[in-house]
Nanobody, 115 residues
């Protein structure tokens, strides 16, 4: 069974940076495209960034130029480097496949950006 464990969240002032990690166990990461999602209070979960098996990346418009998704298949880990954070980035961040194919989501990691 696949398990996803997100970490690296915290409280940061606007303009600051955080690096999130997503550890994947129960399978080999190299077989899958991966994505980061976020869910802000009172809002639906949204797709933030994708990294394909080949290393291509794509981002939602609101984070382009500020966030960078990457992967380390040897460590079975996906990363999200977040720079120039804004209060509207406040959310719980999750990882999964781009189509959310793994039924069991991790607990996520909370990012709070203060103004």
């Amino acid at each position: 069974q696949v398990q996803l464990v997100e970490s690296g969240g915290g409280v940061v002032q606007a303009g600051g940076s955080l690096r999130l990690s997503c550890g994947v166990s129960g399978t080999l990461l190299r077989f899958y495209d991966m994505a980061w999602y976020r869910q802000a209070p009172g809002k639906q979960r949204e797709l933030v960034a994708i990294v394909t098996r080949q290393g291509s990346t794509n981002y939602t418009d609101s984070v382009k130029g500020r966030f960078t998704i990457s992967r380390d298949n040897n460590r079975n880990t996906v990363y999200l480097q977040m720079n120039n954070l804004k209060p509207e980035d406040t959310a719980v961040y999750y990882c999964n496949q781009p189509n959310g194919a793994w039924d069991t989501w991790g607990k996520g990691t909370l990012v709070t950006v203060s103004s």
